[in-house]
């Protein structure tokens, strides 16, 4: 193992974060430049590595690497502040 995922791996990544998708930080794994938890951006691409690209709202770029950041997806929904009730 080279500590890269395999290009299967990358795959599933680009299709479960493709561009354009809201996200939002929990927590980073970075002392040098963490973005702080809260912070949101959307997912600019995925390299070869599997990492997040990101252009965070704060006008970083750091990239998020699924399985050592923590992050959730923001929903369209939840994105445009659109409640919706059943009835």
Same mark, same amino acid.
């Given at each position: %193992?080279?500590?890269?995922?395999? #290009? !299967?791996?990358? !795959?599933? +990544? &680009?299709?479960?974060y493709?561009a @354009? /998708? #809201? +996200? #939002?930080l929990?927590a %980073? =794994?970075?002392?040098?430049?963490? +973005?702080?938890? @809260?912070? !949101?951006?959307?997912?600019?691409?995925?390299?070869?590595?599997?990492?997040? $690209? %990101? &252009?965070? =709202?704060?006008?970083?770029s750091?990239?998020?690497?699924?399985?050592e =950041?923590s992050?959730?997806?923001?929903?369209?929904?939840?994105?445009?502040?659109? /409640? $919706?009730? %059943?009835?």
């Open positions: %193992m080279n500590g890269f995922p395999s #290009r !299967e791996q990358v !795959e599933r +990544i &680009k299709a479960r493709p @354009g /998708t #809201r +996200i #939002r929990e %980073m =794994d970075d002392p040098y430049a963490p +973005i702080p938890p @809260g912070t !949101e951006g959307v997912v600019q691409a995925v390299d070869d590595a599997g990492q997040l $690209m %990101m &252009k965070w =709202d704060n006008g970083r750091l990239s998020l690497i699924p399985g =950041d992050f959730s997806v923001i929903q369209p929904e939840e994105a445009q502040g659109i /409640t $919706m009730t %059943m009835g």
